[in-house]
Nanobody, 122 residues
Framework: QVQLVEFGGGLVQAGGSLSLSCAAS????????MGWHRQVSGKERALVAR???????VYADSVKGRFTISRDNAKNTVYLQMSSLKPEDTAVYYC????????????????WGQGTQVTVSS
């Protein structure tokens, strides 16, 4: 199983920037796609961005042009650079990693980070 630990988060004023990172660890698995979801209390988690092992990215429409996802495969780490932040970006941000077992029988699983609070004040 893959474990994920998130870093970053905090309070920032509208229009500001903030960076998040998420480091994966574990044995017996190779990491495929990684990404970020966010969740407002009482609501479902929603996709923010994802990136494949080859570097292909997908963004939610609400963050396109403002957020950038990247990864360092050697460090098993995914990053989220957030700029031009808006109050509606306030949420708990969770990173995830989709991983595949390297030995047979093969299966895939999604692991989640512990979550980090991002609060954007107006």
């Amino acid at each position: 199983q893959v474990q994920l630990v998130e870093f970053g988060g905090g309070l920032v004023q509208a229009g500001g920037s903030l960076s998040l990172s998420c480091a994966a660890s574990g044995s017996g698995f190779s990491i495929d796609a990684m990404g970020w979801h966010r969740q407002v209390s009482g609501k479902e988690r929603a996709l923010v961005a994802r990136i494949t092992s080859g570097g292909t990215t997908v963004y939610a429409d609400s963050v396109k042009g403002r957020f950038t996802i990247s990864r360092d495969n050697a460090k098993n780490t995914v990053y989220l650079q957030m700029s031009s932040l808006k109050p509606e970006d306030t949420a708990v941000y969770y990173c995830y990693a989709d991983s595949s077992r390297v030995t047979w029988p093969s299966f895939t699983a999604r692991s989640w980070g512990q979550g980090t609070q991002v609060t954007v004040s107006s």
